[in-house]
């Protein structure tokens, strides 16, 4: 059976969300992020990145949330639309890899977790979020999904941020996207996502921002 190793933050709600559509069969793996238990000698040997998530499919181990989803839509055949659309398919799935995902994130970080407010940090990585999202708002105002006519793994990527808009952005600024807003409202009606959303509950991880969780977080800040 499928490991999928997990912790309820973006990149891993995205295979979350892909296991329940597809309804393969997986068992959680928690990995504690807040505890430090990515940098453990048994998960290094999962994913030597010390990040979440990972699979490891019956000896096939793979990780990275683009990766996995990739690898698991060609294992199994889904969500993957025509493959006229590849290309297309391809791009979005790596502009979010690279774009949405990595700004979002840093946003997040500047904005609520350096120990120092930095105006210069905070809007270089808030401005390049607001522009990520602009390019889906554009891209989503004449189409349903992002690629072809149909759900794909680029919709299940973007979602995962998408669904973090409020520590990124704040409060009602998705309204300020409105294809984009009405993109995300059709996506996490979907019944997997609740499904996904439960992995979260049915597993105790730390909540604690203290010192314990900044050093397991971002241990390249403390040389001692």
């Known amino acids: 059976m499928l490991k999928f190793y997990f912790h309820p933050t973006p990149n891993p709600m995205k295979v979350a969300l892909f296991l329940e559509e597809t309804g393969i069969d997986y068992t959680v793996v928690p990995v504690d992020t807040l505890k430090g238990e990515q940098h453990l000698p048994d998960y290094r ?94 891209r989503l105002e004449q189409r349903t999904y992002l690629v072809g006519d149909s ?31 009405r993109w995300f409202q059709l996506i996490d009606a979907r019944p997997a996502v609740a499904k996904a959303r439960e992995l979260a509950s049915k597993h105790s991880f730390k909540a604690d921002m203290d010192e314990e969780a900044k050093r397991a977080l971002f241990p390249q800040n403390y040389k001692d």
């Not at 680029?154 to 520590?167: E, F, K």
């Open 151 to 181: 759900y794909t793994i680029a919709d299940i990527s973007a979602w995962g941020w998408i669904d973090r808009v409020i520590p990124v952005l704040g409060e009602n600024e998705l309204e300020k996207f409105p294809h984009l807003q």
């Open 45 to 138: 040997a999962i994913n030597p990145n010390g990040k979440l998530p990972a699979i490891d499919d019956e000896g096939t181990v793979v990780f990275d949330s683009s990766a996995i989803l990739l690898y698991l839509a060609e294992k199994h055949e889904q969500f993957l639309g025509k493959p006229e659309d590849r290309a297309e398919l391809l791009s979005w799935l790596l502009f979010i890899a690279s774009g949405l995902g990595p700004y979002s994130g840093q946003a997040v970080h500047f904005q609520r977790a350096a120990p120092e407010k930095l105006p210069y940090a905070i809007n270089r990585y808030r401005e390049e979020a607001i522009r990520h999202y602009q390019v889906l708002n554009d």
